[in-house]
Every structure is written in C-alpha cells, then in structure tokens.
C-alpha cells in the first residue's frame, strides 16, 4: 500500500528566512513521482515541484528544492527566501505507475512572519 | 493563470435543486479527474475519466453524475445533495492517467454550500 506522512501540521517561518516541510512516504514500487503542492485560502491547488525516483539529483523550481533522500523515503520541501505570499497550505503526493491514484499527505500549514 | 478553469467559482443550492459544475482545460492532458476537498484536509478523488472514458469511480453517491463530453470538458451533475456535501471541488488533469511523472493541474475549484 502507497502512504504519504506529513508530521507537521502547522509551520511559522519568519520573512526572508528558509523553511523545510518534512515529506515521507512509503512504496514498494520501483518507479515513483512524488509532488509538492501549495494551496492557499483562495482554493487554488498549485503544482510546484517534481522528483522522480529514479532522478538523482534534487529538483528545484525558483525557490523551491526538493531534498530527495531515497533510502529514507523522505522528500522533504525548501522554501528559500520566504515571502509572505507563501502563506499557504502545503500537501505533499505520490504517484506510482500503476493505478489512477495520486496519494496525498495529510498538509502542512505554513505562516509567514512579518 | 490557471490552464484548467472551473464554473462556478461559488455555488449556493438547495436539497432539491440539480445544478452543474464546469471544468475545462486545453493542455492536451488525456485524463481528467474530480477531487472532493474539505477543510483543512487532502483532496478526496471522486472519478477519473481518461480518453473521455470513465475509469475510476471511488464509490461516489449516485447523487454525483459525471460526465465528460469530449478530452477537453469535464461536467460533474448534481441532484438532491445534502448539507455534507457541501466542500469545494477542484478539477483536475493530467497528460497520462498511468504514467508516475505526470502531474496534476488543478482548476480554481468551485465552493458548493447545500442548504
């Protein structure tokens, strides 16, 4: 069975500083996706960031980073620089090969502090 | 801008009505799908259609009619709801429904309150 665990249900960062949101997941398939999307209040879910599992290095988008450790099935996400438009509800996926299904982690809540 | 764009952006009905919600994307993405999302919570799936057929029904009520008219359009049918299925519901699409490295793009969702 697919599992995405995100342990942390709210997050306060300060302005301009950097902040991770952990991601672990749980698969005994080969061939993975995993994805990261910001939803604000406003609904909109926002796709930000892929890694493969085959992908050896760490995808980044701007001022996002996905660090991609395998052996320990985590793909936690950097937000660099934040900004207070980064406010946001932050759900970490997976997507397998087989299947429809993508497998959402229950959301991180991210404040951003003036 | 969002490429997947849902009508209504809001929606207020009652018990009895039948209303519709829109979706419609031009990204070529070949599957489609409904998410139900409560707050503070994951996206739930409902249906999934890929080349305009459905594949996926995750045991939706009856209540909930989908439809999918062409791979551009997605409509989902609603009839006789109950106040617990108020919620908003996104849209969503993808290039490939079995492909791990293809992504969802999701619509502004549409926020349904039953009264």
């Known amino acids: 069975a697919q599992k995405i665990t995100q342990t942390q249900p709210g997050m306060f960062v300060q302005e301009k500083e950097a902040v991770t949101l952990d991601c672990t997941y749980d698969t005994s398939d080969q061939s993975y996706g995993l994805f990261w999307y910001k939803q604000p209040s406003s609904g909109e879910m926002i796709f930000l960031i892929y890694q493969g599992s085959y992908d050896e290095q760490n995808a980044t988008e701007g001022r996002y980073s996905l660090n991609f450790q395998k052996a320990r099935k985590s793909a936690n996400l950097v937000i660099s620089a934040s900004q207070l438009g980064d406010s946001a509800m932050y759900f970490c996926a997976m997507r397998i090969n087989t299947g429809n299904q993508f497998y959402f982690g229950t959301g991180t809540s991210l404040t951003v502090i003036p | 801008d969002t490429e997947v764009t849902q009508t209504p952006k809001h929606l207020v009905m009652g018990m009895t009505n039948k209303k519709s919600l829109k979706c419609e994307q031009h990204m070529g993405h070949r599957a489609m799908y409904w998410y139900k999302q409560k707050a503070k919570k994951p996206p739930e799936l409902m249906f999934v259609y890929s080349y305009e057929k459905l594949s996926i029904n995750e045991s939706v009520p009856s209540r909930f009619s989908p439809e999918c008219p062409n791979s551009s359009l997605l409509n989902l049918h609603l009839h006789a709801l109950q106040p617990e299925d108020s919620a908003l519901y996104l849209c969503?699409?993808?290039?490939?429904?079995?492909?791990?490295?293809?992504?969802?793009?999701f619509g502004n969702g549409t926020r349904l309150t039953v009264t």
């Open positions: 969503a699409s993808s290039y490939r429904v079995d492909s791990y490295n293809s992504p969802l793009h």
